[in-house]
């Protein structure tokens, strides 16, 4: 992939992808220069570099003649994440208050990976009172910042994985003793995507979203079950007291009376 290529990946148009490679190994150019260096017409590579300056990408050093500079391609890259981070985050929570005109309580297939992560993104940041989140350890690395933000709202998260997590991801956290070969995520009890994992083009075998309260439900209570297990078991390993199965049963407990 070219240099100009992958700044446009990152939301460039070409003459600003091409203004930015410019002044990055040009610094202190004008823009008369840097029309000259890529060989595009003056008057479109000073508007080009004019929104890059908004974008913060480009410094203006108010001299004279007047010249600029290319943010360094580390504090670039660090400022295009956040700005998208921020403009995520709004945009999240706009679609979550969305809500259907009518009960839709179908079964839609979703094809890919990458819509299985996305819808459980948005179940993550419609989320009221509790989440039951199951996932692979490598897939539960995609929603730490959605759980972080859940949490921040008062959202009880419980998180059923098969490696290691922080205190940090969830409210309580189930160790699984086999490897876990889907991902299941119930918002509220009331909406879920189910998933297989995905195969080496990036597709799954069997993945659905609902708003079925019947299906959700289900996979709610199912999944704390789940938790029980994955507590009694690990307090098994350790050494089982009393004290530990009463405070797997009170997870449980907690988990199904949230909602």
């Not at 500079?69 to 969305?98: C, G, H, N, T, V």
């Not at 876990?180 to 998933?195: F, G, I, K, P, Y």
Request: with cysteine.
């Amino acid at each position: 992939m070219s240099l100009q290529i992958a700044l446009e990946s990152l939301g460039l148009t070409q003459i600003e992808a091409r203004c930015y490679a410019h002044l990055a190994a040009n610094p202190s150019t004008t823009g008369y220069g840097v029309a000259r260096g890529i060989g595009k017409p003056t008057a479109n590579v000073y508007r080009a570099i004019e929104t890059l300056e908004r974008k913060g990408l480009v410094i203006h050093d108010r001299g004279t003649p007047p010249a600029y500079r290319a943010l360094p391609p580390e504090e670039m890259l660090a400022r295009l994440e956040r700005d998208f981070q921020e403009r995520k985050a709004r945009a999240s929570r706009e679609l979550a208050s969305l809500r259907p005109a009518s009960s839709d309580e179908k079964l839609y297939a979703l094809k890919s990976h990458d819509d299985v992560i996305a819808r459980a993104h948005l179940l993550l940041a419609a989320a009221r009172r509790v989440v039951m989140l199951e996932a692979a350890h490598d897939t539960l690395a995609r929603f730490e910042r959605a759980v972080t933000d859940a949490r921040s709202r008062g959202v009880r998260v419980v998180v059923i994985t098969d490696g290691d997590a922080l205190p940090a991801h969830a409210d309580t956290i189930a160790n699984a003793r086999q490897p876990v070969r889907a991902l299941r995520v119930t918002a509220d009890a009331r909406e879920c995507v189910m998933s297989s994992l995905p195969n080496d083009t990036g597709g799954v075998a069997e993945a659905l979203w609902t708003r079925s309260a019947l299906v959700a439900r289900m996979l709610h209570d199912a999944l704390a079950a789940e938790m029980f297990y994955g507590l009694v078991e690990r307090a098994l390993d350790d050494g089982l007291s009393i004290d530990e199965v009463e405070e797997a049963f009170e997870q449980c407990r907690k988990a199904r009376e949230s909602v």
